[in-house]
């Protein structure tokens, strides 16, 4: 299994629906857990830090269940302009500095 | 404005050629790493550093040596590049655990 999963999508959404995808993580220990934008063949972009609580930014909000070790994506009023590829980023347990990646999530917003 | 900076963007070379990548940053950042990423792999870490003269491997380190001698600079060396090594390539660095990311350099080596 690996220690970061995301389903690769794509996901092929209508402009203005909501779209919500997850992020698996092996290691109960990790404890920093974010959300990365990518547009294509550009960097990675830091979207939202995932807190215990939950956080919102806008029209989009980002979960954590510890119990079932996932977090979760989810895009509200989706806009063309939200079409691109979401990473999840997990902390290293041992390291808070290093990162596990996910492959990504493709996101197509369709008009 | 904070930023990771790459040079070169983009670059296409022949194999055997030795090739350096610089990265630089302007945060005064302890930890700076690089990636690579590759179609349906994600990224991988192929070196990182926790501050000056500190460096370890990551995931992939084969075919790539890193220094750093100063805070700002982790340039990342192709000693002998092969085929296999085209792919894009970031930089990053943070002094926490998100991460800023230089634009990306895409290397071709023919």
């Known amino acids: 299994r690996k220690e970061v999963e995301q389903d690769p999508g794509p996901f092929n959404v209508p402009e203005g629906a909501t779209v919500a995808f997850n992020c698996t993580y092996s290691?109960?220990?990790?404890?920093?857990f974010f959300w990365y934008r990518q547009d294509c063949r550009k960097e990675p972009k830091l979207l939202m830090s995932?807190?215990?609580?939950?956080n919102e930014d806008g029209r989009f909000t980002a979960q954590l269940n510890r119990a079932s070790q996932y977090i979760s994506l989810l895009i509200r009023d989706s806009k063309l302009s939200d079409s691109a590829t979401y990473l999840c980023a997990v902390n290293h347990p041992e390291s808070n500095y290093q990162l596990i990646w996910g492959a990504g999530t493709k996101l197509i917003i369709k008009p | 404005e904070a930023q990771v900076t790459q040079n070169p963007r983009y670059l296409i070379t022949v194999t055997g050629k030795k090739l350096t990548v610089t990265c630089s940053q302007n945060m005064n950042h302890e930890y700076m790493s690089w990636y690579r990423q590759d179609p349906g792999l994600g990224l991988r870490q192929i070196y990182y550093?926790?501050?000056?003269?500190?460096?370890d491997k990551g995931d992939v380190p084969e075919g790539y040596k890193v220094s750093r001698k100063e805070k700002r600079n982790f340039p990342l060396i192709l000693e002998s590049p092969s085929p296999n090594q085209t792919s894009l390539y970031f930089c990053?660095?943070?002094?926490?655990?998100?991460?800023?990311f230089g634009p990306g350099t895409r290397l071709t080596v023919l």
């Open positions: 550093s926790m501050n000056v003269e500190v460096t």
């Open positions: 290691n109960s220990a990790s404890q920093s």
């Open positions: 990053a660095s943070s002094n926490s655990g998100s991460k800023l």
């Open positions: 995932v807190y215990s609580s939950g």
